[in-house]
């Protein structure tokens, strides 16, 4: 992979992600792990071939860290770095494409990082990390395989080596493979099947995804299972939900990216160049989400592999279209919104300052969880039978990582990666349950799965700026008993050896 000139566009790109990834590393030590980063850090901490949720690379990242820091600050310098070579390998993609326009590279940046959910993604080590610079990274092999018929050896490599990083990384990258697919039926390059090459590509992926084949194998396929069944909780298929889920993409991907994004994920089709691939690389995805979110709401950054590919095309549509009126005001419009939105989250990222109704501050999920845990413990040193245990794995990641390495336990009828490192509290014993202001206001109590009776113990509100952001609910809590696992999984032979 050549390198760009050191030009202005490339001079100004290069400033700007390393500006980014500065003020990132700023602002991250000012908050406590997310429930998804306090997980996928456990992960670290407890590696293994692969997980219930998730394939094992973002554990195995962690763990690259961990024996170097723990602290919140450390676990979220490597996904800065990572993030930063995403924009940089983005950058190069949108030159590659849209030569016509030297600027597509360093404006695509800038659209990219002015949506929150990037944003977000930039400052968290989770499955999409990785696989955000491993899509690109096939994406790029790919342009290097199409400039010639017969392409040696080394660059199909290079795509099933990145392919292989993708399959460890996210499930999500099974689009990645469609994706190759309609490549080679839409621009009939069915002469690939004739090339060594190629099966070289599939051999050296599936071996890299062996890990995650081999757990499986001996867990009952449950991660396979959970992904099937994760998104038809529902029988029935609802515009609401599905209409729900897209105006949560509008609001974090910016309309801008949002609305010409989904326009262009069509028109490029009709294209002959190489442009064309932005779309048979994000429309896989969309319409993934799209169809799946009407039986449940799709999280945002499920489809962030889509607007990361849609992102150069639209900058370079409107860089043709400028002369167009609407086209220079929405634009405007659409940047002074995200603009807006961005500089508020950075800010109260950085010390929650807004006017937020106590309880109810943007960062409340961020906050004071080390705090509550140390609480806690001081309870649980009173009596050395009571355990720490929390309502559902949401609040166990958090509990698990601040109350490192002492188990976890989750008390309710939903099977989950808890039960495989922790198992179940023991029949009738006593726990320590953490309950924040902004979940259920009391633990459930009766039947299995549940304490028999639980007291209020404290109330352990975190003040910051003469305001409550959050509230912590401490309870004691007896007569522990043990859950009836539903749905699905309870059929399976690992599930009932559990229980």
């Not at 016509?100 to 400052?123: D, K, R, V």
């Not at 990785?130 to 790919?142: D, E, G, K, Q, R």
């Not at 490029?268 to 799946?292: E, H, K, Q, V, Y």
């Not at 945002?300 to 607007?307: E, K």
């Amino acid at each position: 992979m050549n390198l760009p000139t050191f030009n202005s566009p490339s001079k100004m790109s290069f400033l700007l992600i390393a500006v980014i990834a500065i003020w990132h590393l700023i602002i991250v030590g000012s908050v406590n792990l997310s429930v998804d980063e306090a997980h996928y850090a456990l992960y670290g901490l407890h590696l293994d071939w692969s997980y219930f949720d998730h394939p094992p690379m973002v554990g195995w990242l962690n763990a690259l860290i961990l024996p170097f820091t723990q602290s919140d600050l450390g676990l979220r310098i490597l996904p800065i770095i990572l993030f930063s070579g995403s924009l940089w390998m983005l950058y190069l993609i949108a030159n590659r494409l849209f030569p016509e326009f030297a600027w597509t590279g360093f404006w695509t940046i800038a659209l990219i990082n002015s949506a929150i959910m990037f944003q977000l993604l930039s400052l968290s080590m989770l499955p999409d990390t990785p696989i955000m610079l491993a899509s690109l990274l096939v994406f790029w092999t790919l342009l290097n395989l199409r400039e010639t018929q017969h392409p040696p050896l080394k660059p199909w490599l290079w795509l099933g080596f990145w392919l292989g990083i993708a399959g460890l990384s996210k499930y999500t990258a099974v689009t990645l493979v469609i994706s190759l697919l309609l490549v080679m039926l839409i621009e009939r390059r069915f002469y690939w099947l004739k090339q060594p090459g190629l099966y070289g590509a599939i051999a050296l992926a599936g071996m890299m995804i062996l890990p995650v084949l081999i757990w499986n194998a001996q867990h009952d396929w449950i991660s396979f299972l959970y992904q099937i069944h994760h998104g038809t909780h529902n029988s029935d298929w609802s515009w609401l939900r599905a209409v729900q889920t897209q105006a949560a993409q509008f609001g974090v991907y910016s309309p801008l990216l949002f609305i010409v994004g989904w326009w262009l994920a069509f028109k490029l089709w009709l294209n002959s160049d190489s442009s064309r691939l932005l779309a048979i690389f994000a429309l896989p995805t969309l319409m993934l989400f799209a169809m799946g979110s009407g039986y449940e709401m799709s999280l945002p950054h499920w489809t962030q592999l889509a607007w990361l590919f849609l992102a150069p095309a639209v900058v370079f549509w409107v860089w043709q279209s400028w002369s167009k009126r609407f086209v220079r005001w929405f634009t405007y419009g659409s940047s002074a919104l995200t603009i807006i939105a961005s500089l508020l989250l950075n800010s109260h990222l950085f010390t929650p300052c807004l006017p937020f109704p106590d309880n109810q501050d943007l960062t409340r999920e961020l906050q004071g969880w080390p705090e509550a845990i140390a609480k806690a413990q001081s309870y649980q040193a009173q009596d050395p039978n009571t355990v720490l245990v929390a309502n559902n794995w949401s609040q166990a990641s958090r509990i698990a990582w601040y109350a490192r390495p002492h188990p976890i336990y989750v008390t309710d009828n939903r099977f989950d990666q808890f039960d495989l490192w922790f198992g179940n509290p023991p029949a009738h014993s006593n726990g320590i349950i953490i309950i924040p202001s902004y979940e259920a206001k009391q633990p459930r109590v009766g039947g299995p799965g549940a304490f028999k009776h639980c007291q209020l113990l404290e109330t352990l509100p975190i003040v910051n700026h003469q305001k409550t952001l959050v509230t912590y609910r401490l309870f004691s809590c007896q007569d522990f008993v043990p859950p009836i696992y539903d749905g699905w999984v309870s059929e399976l032979p690992l599930v009932k050896a559990i229980q």
